[in-house]
């Protein structure tokens, strides 16, 4: 009677999100063999948004599972997708116009929802991957499309994500987490500053573009929930000892 009663009052329980955390779940594996970086880019945003979930009250099991499902809309165009190009200079946005750059980008969170639908995953989790980009600008290529207009206007809202804003504390974090993740891989020193620069920046960045502005979120949970980010994220970078070659030791 479980999933009859989940599905009529649109509930979802622990048992069920238990079930979704298994990355053996089919929509997880094929995301797993057909976008394998946004496969890997999940799990480490899955890291970063259940330990920040935990930290202010929110939900950590379904913000986990949340991260787990959240860019499964890539799997219609991985290749249009960064973390899933094998050479940089094979980036095919370099061969298309800026404004079909973003249409794919934003379009992904519709697919998303759809492929959520077609594999049964519970409302409150197809809400968080429809809210998880907020009305964010995909301002790399809306700045890309304003240099090659040649003095045409170019309107932001067509480079925009459709939204709605997040309305949770778990979509919020997620949004957060998602961002502060693409970031981090740009990042060639991963130092204890830089890391903390970065994901007071972006946070700073969300919260001017009013993106949790619908989030129930207080000063102090997005106080923890940086400092979660920055401990997450430095235990991931952190140095390692570097051991001599075997070559060395014989000498």
Known sequence: M?????????????????ELSDINHPLLQKLRKEAPGTFQSSLMTAVLTEAAAEAVGAN?????????????GKLKNPQYFTENQSLKNNNIHNRINPSLSALVLVNHVKEGVNLARKYHLPRVVIDIIRQHHGTTLASFFYDKA????????????????????????EAAILMLADAVEAASRTLEDPSPSRIRNLVERIITEKMEDHQLDRAPLSLKDIHAIKENFIKSLQGIFHTRVEYPSKELEKK
């Open 60 to 72: 950590p099991l379904l913000a986990r599972v949340a991260a787990y499902y959240h860019d499964v």
């Open 2 to 18: 479980l999933p009859l009663l989940e599905h009529i009052f649109g509930l979802v329980t622990d048992a069920r999100l238990l």
């Open 146 to 169: 304003k240099k090659s207009a040649g003095g045409e206007k170019v309107r932001e809202e067509d480079f925009r994500y459709p939204g709605p804003l997040p309305a949770s504390k």
